[in-house]
């Protein structure tokens, strides 16, 4: 069973990107289970049949501890994929973290998670991983792959190498970092940084993905871009992206994050 955890600066477009690798490991005839772990519950909106909502863990146990039923917490979605939201607090209300935390937990008493089922289990995790509930896929040991989603700006990128030092710490359970993914915010933006940012926090770039206007007329009517435009040139990047992840063996090499001195040294030389 493949375990990938996607990791990244809000609003890069991990949800995106994610949703689109899940449609295409189900379209491979794999079985897929897509957790969101994120309060606003928005990963699975372009997952779910007939524009329905999933359902959140949260919503369903409450503060029940000994709540044992899986049933209503996985939501059926497009192509036999299961969803599951692990929702949150009301903004500005108690620990969205935690949530995170407790949902995992949850999972993982009631044996959710297992190999006979699911040949793909991906995480779809809020921002970088300054809390430890976020950090909760890596620090339980659920994810062996963690994919960082960047774009070619200064800050995103920043945010990587934060989510790199988060491997680094948790990486004697067993995780590693697979590579980057690059969202592009400009098509034409100077590729040589980010392989060598790749290569300076030694990890590898795993594909672009170019922006598109055809990514917007998808989401508006929530549906993947691999289901909306599959012979798209956009899609076959995201398809070959899924297969250099999947078949990417488990090569235990640690992190090498910056520090932040290094990490505005580095951005401001590019090398």
């Known amino acids: 069973m493949e375990s990938i955890a996607f990791y990244g600066k809000g609003g890069v477009g991990k949800s ?40 959140t863990v949260l919503d369903i146990i409450g503060d029940n501890v000994t709540f044992s039923d899986i049933s209503g917490v996985i939501n059926e979605g497009k192509l036999g994929i299961n969803c599951i939201e692990a929702g949150g607090p009301p903004p500005g209300v108690g620990c969205a973290g935690r949530g995170v935390a407790r949902t995992l937990e949850f999972l993982q008493e009631n044996r959710v998670i297992n190999s006979k089922k699911y040949d793909v289990v991906i995480y779809d995790v809020l921002g970088d991983v300054v809390c430890g509930g976020f950090a909760a896929p890596l620090r339980l040991g659920f994810a062996k792959k963690v994919v960082i989603v960047t774009s070619e700006e200064g800050m995103s990128l920043y945010a990587a190498n934060n989510i790199a030092r988060a491997v680094n710490t948790y990486f004697d359970n067993g995780i590693f970092l697979s590579g980057l993914i690059v969202n592009l915010r400009n098509n034409n933006a100077d590729k040589e940084i980010l392989y060598n940012f790749a290569g300076r926090i030694n990890t590898k770039v795993l594909g672009f993905v170019r922006r598109s206007d055809l990514v917007f007329v998808a989401e508006k009517e929530r549906k993947t871009l691999i289901e909306k435009y599959p012979d798209s040139t956009e899609s076959g990047d995201i398809g070959r992206i899924a297969e250099n992840l999947f078949r990417h063996k488990l090569k235990y090499a640690r992190p090498t994050p910056m ?10 030389k590019g090398s």
């Open 259 to 268: 520090d932040d001195e290094e990490f505005f040294e580095f951005i401001k």
């Open 16 to 55: 995106f990107i994610s949703a689109n690798i899940s449609y295409y490991f189900a379209k491979k005839k794999k079985k897929v289970l897509h957790i969101g772990c994120d309060p606003k519950h928005d990963s699975t909106v372009l997952l779910m049949r007939d524009n329905r909502k999933a359902s």
